[in-house]
């Protein structure tokens, strides 16, 4: 139970989806906190110290507690301030609600991203792989607004920060049409749907700073 | 709320981890269930259309709904069975709990397996490296009989099918005194402790037959 939240801060980065969905969440419960950019390049005093583990961001700092992995976070948000629940009550639901967020951020994520600048087998094979997987998340859309139905929940806050800003930017910038409308109808819906909620377009990095970012990334790949 | 007249499945495989885990969680709760087990790496067309997402042990049937994924079968297991709790109740202690799991899961099964076999800068330095990362588990059950406190919870059993059998077993295979008394006082009395526990000896796959696996795993790795 939270009284009100005397400290809560996030290291962040701006171009992180990881980060960026731990903001949706704390700005979709009304909770305040302090905003600490991080260069994660050349990684700070603070985050090394407070992330010892991984020296990642995000990192959440709640009343001297601090949690880092995006999805523990989401999950520790949603336990502490109960207002719009993200995961759902059921277990069954709950249970599916993290295999999709998981299926992601470790599949969709490399293989939608990485894999495609790589093209190992060649762009058009990659971009085939990497449509097979979108297809398991068009299909866990049909016929709802959001992946947790009339309001978005756990798996729009990861999905959401991974694939229309993040993934898509970077499709953009590699001239992918990854997603056409013919396609994948219900995953076009549900970003014009998630575009509609103020905290996630409150959350959405610039456009064109993402898409040069991302840019360099696909550079520093390439040349790995 | 689970049922007298559930009925509960699990396709397993004997040496795998991931599915001895959700077996020692079933068992700890007291829940009758069938085991199918697969012959990997031949997999039957029920695993196939069971989990075809990623096509992998273990898979929890219970009733009608289909789960994959061995930590979200295991939150699963403890919100539908609420015997033997596994998880603890307090945000930020369940948030550790998951946090040391993801870590053994997708830091220290990497390390002291396959970067030991591959030993790319050498065998020392793995080992070292290996170490570290156990030396950050070694520090979280100092002072504890089990990560869960006095009784097992969802990191001894991640931990624990993870690293004393499977890993352990690997490590003697390949001639490794990895988490030596004098260094790991703390993980050597949690692996005795283990021991004594009835459920986890009952799923400790068959010694003899596990290293002879894992020789043919190390020697495959090898030569690949």
């Not at chain 1, 939608?112 to 085939?128: D, L, M, N, P, T």
Request: aromatic content about 10%; some cysteine; proline content about 5%.
């Amino acid at each position: 139970m939270a009284n009100k939240e005397k400290d809560v801060k996030l290291l962040g980065f701006w171009a992180s989806p990881f980060s960026r969905r731990v903001e949706m969440a704390l700005k979709l419960k009304g909770v305040s906190y302090e905003y600490l950019e991080q260069d994660i390049v050349d990684k700070s005093a603070l985050l090394l110290e407070l992330n010892p583990v991984f020296k990642k961001v995000p990192v959440l700092v709640h009343n001297g507690k601090i949690l880092a992995e995006s999805h523990l976070i989401l999950e520790y948000i949603d336990q502490t301030w109960k207002s719009n629940p993200i995961l759902p009550q059921d277990p069954y639901e709950k249970a599916m609600a993290r295999f999709w967020a998981k299926f992601v951020d470790e599949q969709v994520g490399p293989v939608c991203f990485k894999s495609v600048v790589k093209a190992e087998k060649g762009i058009e094979i990659a971009i085939e792989e990497a449509q097979e997987l979108i297809t398991f998340l068009e299909k866990e859309l049909t016929g709802k607004d959001f992946f947790g139905g009339k309001t978005i929940g756990f798996l729009d806050l990861v999905a959401g920060s991974m694939i229309p800003f993040c993934l898509a930017r970077s499709w953009e910038g590699m001239e992918i049409d990854m997603i056409p409308e013919e396609k994948f109808p219900e995953l076009n819906r549900w970003i014009r749907n998630l575009n509609d909620i103020e905290v996630v377009s409150e959350c959405i990095p610039h456009r064109e700073k993402q898409i040069e970012h991302m840019m360099k990334v696909v550079e520093r790949i390439k040349l790995a | 709320m689970a049922k007298k007249e559930d009925s509960v499945k699990l396709l397993g495989f004997w040496a795998s981890p991931f599915s001895r885990r959700v077996e020692m969680a079933l068992k700890l709760k007291g829940v009758p269930y069938e085991y199918l087990e697969e012959e990997l790496p031949k997999k039957t067309p029920l695993l196939l259309e069971l989990n075809p997402v990623h096509k992998k042990v273990p898979v929890l049937v219970h009733n009608d709904k289909i789960l994959s994924e061995s930590h979200v079968i295991l939150e699963y297991i403890d919100q539908t069975w609420s015997n033997n709790p596994i998880l603890p109740q307090d945000p930020y202690e369940k948030a550790m709990a998951r946090f040391w799991a993801k870590f053994v899961d997708e830091q220290i099964l990497p390390a002291g397996f396959m970067s030991l076999v591959k030993a790319e800068k050498g065998i020392e330095v793995a080992i070292e490296e290996t170490r570290e990362l156990i030396m950050f588990l070694e520090k979280e059950v100092t002072g504890k009989d089990f990560f869960g406190g006095k009784t097992l919870g969802f990191l001894d059993i991640v931990a624990g099918s993870m690293i004393s059998f499977c890993l352990a077993r690997a490590w003697e295979c390949m001639g490794i005194d990895m988490i030596s008394e004098e260094k790991f006082p703390g993980l050597n009395r949690w692996i005795e402790k283990l021991n004594e526990v009835e459920i986890v000896r009952e799923c400790i796959p068959p010694k003899e037959k596990h290293i002879e696996r894992m020789n043919k795993i190390i020697e495959r790795t090898m030569s690949s």
